[in-house]
């Protein structure tokens, strides 16, 4: 980034010497994400991040296709940044499949194809959950898909730089990533975009990212992507976080016993993620006596009312145990000590709750 402030403030559509630097630096960032994600670099499109790839894609397809009965399969665990635009797509005539979950929070493949019609134009399913980051079967969804010729999105801004997410290996027609979430600044992401899907811009304008995308690119944040997508290809550092949240979940099991749930599944899951139900516990009020700690919960507290998490909700988890959920992420920077601090920590609150 420093680079590019220094050496590439030029407007990259322009054709001098200032604007070559930045569409260089562009052109660059764009290879090293299509290297992250295994395809060309002008099938990605710079974005600013994870809910304008997931709107892009939805609403671009529904637009461009401008279907009566238009049909649209997702999930009834998907980020807001997919259900929002779900929901605003059913209020333009588009009927929303959402399938369910099993306890562990997966798809199942054969649900989806007994939801598609011929009016499907689109399947949208998340490749990692934010919550509790259960792993979908993209690859079986992505095999249905194809046989009925429908186009698959998944929004992968949870599992990029986590797990492989090589769309031709996925089987994928559209994947959204979110720089934020692989050490990128927040304001930045992308969409992948199959060659031949057509998408109808979400923001009309000069004909930046080949057409699909109007405005300035900034060389600055799309270097930071690219740097970012070419560190986080090397998922060796990601074997060290998910020994270390292997070794958070056995001493919180061993000492807690059955006072300490896991949530998602037990193996098609993120690396990085422990979300951890305290049966009887409210999940806010054991992270407030460790603010030092950065973790969310699943649940909200209404007016003395516990209300899940839709994820949660979906998963079938009890509300008693749902309040009590908790979610860790653990980075590349996350040590065994502290690891070790917020086990201990656990372990005495819940002894004195
Ligand atoms: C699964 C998922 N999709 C989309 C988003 C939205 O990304 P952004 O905040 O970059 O718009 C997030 C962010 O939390 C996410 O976890």
Known sequence: MHEAIADAYGNPSSPHWAGR????????????????????????VFTSGGSESNNLALKGLFYSQRRAQAHIITTAVEHPAIVEPCRFLERLGARITWLPVDATGRVNPDDLRQAITNDTILISIMHAN???????PIEECATIAREHNIALHTDAAQSAGKIPTRVDDLGVDLLSIAGHKLYAPKGIGALYIRDGIELEPLIHGAGHENGRRAGTESALLSSALGEASL??????????????????WLMLQNALGDQVVLNGHPEKRLPNTLNVSFPGQVGAGILEKMPEVAASTGSACHAGRVELSPVLAAMGISAEVGAGAIRFSLGRTTTAAEIDTVTERLIDLLAHA
């Open 130 to 136: 934010n919550e509790v980051g259960t792993i979908q």
């Open 21 to 44: 630097s930045a569409l260089l630096m562009v052109s660059k960032a764009r290879h090293q994400v299509a290297d992250l994600l295994g395809c060309k670099p002008n099938e990605i």
């Open 231 to 248: 560190l986080a290809s090397d998922l060796s550092a990601v074997r060290d976080i998910e020994a270390l949240r292997e070794r958070f």
